[in-house]
């Protein structure tokens, strides 16, 4: 079907809709006469607005009584059907994908042309601020699941001729439509060309979510750190389009993925760019320290129990001495059960009903944790510790899989070899992130290797009158910013 | 595109200067000039200018080929492997002493015992990972550490300034220059650092600056090194000569009459990442002039091949680090030392010549033509 040119004759239009959706009660085909000519409206049950339809479509052609003048089809068009988003299309390419999105088709007969029509009738989420990213100051919006929404916000922000939006189409079964979106006169060329290229060659059946595409995009699919961006606001997409990187935007998705992706961007949030840069420049100092503290901590405080007992103060030594007395538990096995703990009552506190979560919280976190310490099982130190580890793990929540996982290979690392073993994996890590580029990006840039310019918009950050290029870590083609 | 940047190799050549000089060898130096021993650190500095002095000369002339190349140019296919396999003996000379300094260096510092099977056996594979990594990859890592092992070291030197005395370094050379030529003798080992430059050769863009960019890190460090030797013999005088690894009982001995509650321990963590960089930066070398000096063409091959010779040299002076010095100090390795040490530059200045020659013999072949 997808290669034959609409036909002359309606019925056999029909016929082959039909025979593509296999007859389907769901598939509605509702004939009438504009001016003696037979025409039909073809959609699907539930998906497009029958309202709209009947008010739009089939009420004008009836009440029709004039007299045709001139093509019939534009008359159709600019006096019967009277629509914002009206298509002419030739043949059935894509029909029955767009049949299934909630578009209506009107066939006329002895026309070998069809009318698309925007009429379906799914409710979209409102849009709203981002549970995962709010913000104190600055733009509230969040994307939401319609690609033509997300498109919208993100143009309402870059009122700009050189936005350009590449759209695709992948996945066998599900045809959804993923937007490659880049400034023209800003991005690198090679890098989008390439972003498109890898997008084409997907060849799968489905695409439920932008994270589908993460996975294909990845250029180093073995490994276990995130390697392409992600966001849920306009105006962070805006704002990484702006120094050169590409947006991909999917259908479904309100998770539009960003590449080049560099660590530091993880750091950096929203707010810093709203608020006064010395704020900024703190606020980013403290989430790397809650890095630090989050992947080290536990390991650090298994190594010196174990191993290195001389590099803390006596007084310091002699309090966690004293409660650390007794316990069943090695200090290695102590820290590892609590962290195992922890992971399980986050796990179990993300699925449960809200409602339960509270308790949870409460029965997990004060009655567990309480009665543990109380009967002498684990000790106040090692709940503290892995507390804290906790709660600095979500300063920076877009990284807390990875750094999660990475406080346990500390934790291990430290409990079997000390400092010496946290020295070796850390050093380890650092060496393999250093090896990985995304998309001409170095990963640990602006650092490794070290791009002074772009250290203004790091751990440290100038006032936004002092970034005048762009980011060089980012491939690009247009380096001014400011005053060009 | 060259694997590093400029700031990289002045990064690799500044770490390559500080690694190896303070743990064994302020006692090596302690033990021939006494309160003198950073006279030998002044000297040695010295000789080691002049040597970067022509290395950076020959840069400027040839800022694109690789050491191999100019080798293959100049000297053909069998000299050349025989000075690589002279470059390998060297730069695995000093990872096997640094690699026997870092054990030492835990003993003393982070374990009241640790088993050298699980000290060894992950040191190799984080060694070995780097070596399978490209230098490019070292290159950005050290960058990251680079700021934090200068915290480090000056860190480690403000602690010992409260006990430092100026009398314990007077008089100035009063046993006469013998005993510090003696020490600058024995302990060249721990010098001849521009031959990091040499084996990093046509690996960088050279530009204008780049001669006086590494200069100016190299001084940086020199002095510190300088600084460094000074304080130890202002803190421990003739007693130096026993105290190893100089890095960390510096400011042990100095401030901290206590075993417990140390505070410079975050200079240790960041002493060993140094030492663990140095080694791999090494057994770089030495995979490079391994491959260049066998027929092994597979890098992985090469590298496990190095690294079990590594494996073996210390299990052969079975984590001795006495014996190791005992070794790398003795006349005949000092003497091989210090020929490996001018002859390379050497060479690289006779490269200059022949093909300086070279190009006076075409002039004139030209002009006879001409005639």
């Known amino acids: ?484 | 595109m060259k694997e590093l940047t400029e700031h990289q190799v002045c990064v690799l050549l500044s770490l390559s200067i500080i690694s190896i000089k303070f743990i064994v060898f302020p006692a090596l130096y302690a033990k021939f000039a006494y309160q003198n021993m950073y006279w030998c650190a002044v000297f040695s500095s010295i000789i080691d200018l002049f040597f970067l002095g022509i290395t950076l000369w020959f840069l400027k002339r040839n800022p694109d080929k690789t050491l191999k190349e100019i080798l293959l140019e100049n000297f053909g296919k069998v000299l050349t492997k025989i000075i690589y396999f002279i470059l390998f003996v060297y730069f695995f000379a000093k990872s096997v002493l640094i690699l026997k300094e870092t054990h030492n260096f835990f003993l003393s510092n982070l374990f009241d015992e640790i088993n050298w099977f699980f000290f060894i056996f992950p040191f190799l594979l984080l060694i070995g990972y780097m070596m399978y990594k490209t230098i490019r990859t070292i290159g950005r890592t050290v960058e990251i550490f680079y700021v934090l092992i200068a915290i480090g070291l000056i860190l480690g030197l403000i602690i010992p300034l409260t006990n430092f005395k100026l009398d314990n370094i007077l008089p100035f050379l009063n046993n006469g220059l013998n005993p510090v030529f003696s020490g600058v003798f024995k302990g060249n080992f721990s010098y001849g650092d521009y031959l990091t430059i040499i084996m990093l050769l046509g690996k960088f863009k050279v530009t204008e600056k780049t001669s006086s960019k590494i200069f100016k890190y190299w001084s940086l460090t020199t002095i510190l090194v300088i600084v460094f030797y000074l304080t130890y013999a202002g803190v421990f005088n003739v007693m130096g000569l026993t105290q190893n690894p100089a890095i960390s009982k510096l400011p042990l001995n100095a401030s901290f009459p206590a075993t417990v509650s140390r505070l410079d321990w975050v200079t240790i963590i960041i002493w060993t990442i140094l030492l663990i960089f140095q080694t791999g930066v090494y057994m770089i070398f030495c995979l490079e002039s391994f491959i260049n000096f066998t027929s092994v063409t597979n890098k992985s091959v090469g590298i496990f091949i190095v690294i079990t010779l590594l494996f073996v040299s210390a299990l052969a002076l079975y984590l001795n680090l006495e014996l190791s010095v005992k070794i790398v100090t003795s006349n005949v390795f000092a003497i091989i030392t210090i020929l490996m040490q001018v002859s390379i530059p050497l060479l690289l200045l006779i490269s200059e010549m022949i093909k300086k020659r070279r190009c006076n013999n075409n002039d004139l072949i030209k002009k006879s033509v001409k005639e």
Do not use: W
């Open chain 1, 1 to 484: 079907m997808e290669d034959e040119k609409i036909k002359k004759k309606l019925q056999e239009n029909i016929k082959i809709i039909n025979d593509n959706f296999l007859n389907s009660k769901d598939l509605i085909v509702k004939t009438f006469n504009v001016c003696k000519t037979k025409c039909a409206i073809v959609y699907l049950k539930g998906l497009a607005d029958v309202k709209v339809i009947s008010e739009f479509v089939l009420k004008p052609a009836m009440e029709n009584k004039n007299k045709i003048k001139g093509n019939f089809v534009e008359y159709i068009k600019t006096n019967i059907i009277i629509f914002p988003e009206i298509e002419e299309v030739q043949d059935f390419k894509d029909m029955s994908t767009d049949i299934t999105k909630g578009k209506a088709f009107v066939f006329l007969d002895g026309y070998n042309v069809a009318l698309k029509l925007e009429v379906d009738s799914l409710k979209e989420r409102s849009i709203q601020e981002p549970p995962t990213s709010a913000v104190l100051k600055g733009p509230r919006e969040g994307f939401v699941e319609n690609i033509k929404t997300n498109i919208a916000l993100v143009k309402k922000i870059l009122s700009t001729p050189n936005l350009k939006v590449e759209n695709l189409k992948v996945g066998k079964q599900t045809n959804t439509i993923i937007s490659v979106m880049f400034l023209d006169n800003i991005a690198e060329p090679e890098i989008v060309a390439r972003i498109i290229e890898r997008i084409k060659n997907i060849n799968i059946d489905g695409v439920i979510d932008s994270y589908y595409v993460a996975q294909f995009l990845e250029e180093h699919r073995e490994s276990i750190f995130k390697q392409v961006g992600s966001t849920e606001k306009p105006d962070v997409v805006a704002a990484k389009l702006l120094e050169g990187r590409v947006a991909i935007l999917v259908d479904g998705s309100p998770i539009v993925l960003t590449l080049p992706f560099m660590l530091i961007e993880d750091l950096q949030s929203g707010d810093d760019y709203y608020g006064q840069h010395s704020h900024a420049k703190l606020v980013r100092v403290i989430r790397f320290i809650s890095i630090l503290i989050t992947v080290l901590l536990p390991g650090m405080y298994i190594a010196i129990q174990l191993y290195h007992y001389k590099a803390i103060p006596l007084n310091f030594l002699t309090t966690i001495m004293n409660t650390t007395t007794g316990l069943p538990l090695t200090p290695f096995a102590e820290i590892l059960f609590v962290l195992i703990l922890f992971e399980v009552l986050y796990e179990a506190s993300l699925r449960m009903p809200k409602y339960l979560g509270l308790a949870l919280s409460v029965v997990g976190a004060l009655i567990l944790g309480d009665t543990a310490v109380k009967a002498g099982l684990i000790s106040p130190p090692s709940v503290m510790i892995v507390a804290l580890s906790g709660i600095t793990l979500y300063t920076v929540p877009e990284q807390a899989n990875q750094l999660s996982l990475l406080r346990f290979l500390n934790t291990l690392a430290g409990g079997i070899l000390g400092f010496y073993g946290m020295i070796l994996i850390n050093l380890f890590i650092i060496i393999y992130l250093n090896d990985f580029d995304s998309y001409g990006s170095a990963y640990l840039a602006p650092y490794a290797p070290r791009i002074k310019e772009d250290l203004k918009d790091a751990i440290s950050k100038v006032d936004i009158t002092n970034m005048k290029k762009r980011p060089k870590s980012i491939p690009h083609k247009n380096d001014i910013r400011q005053g060009g």
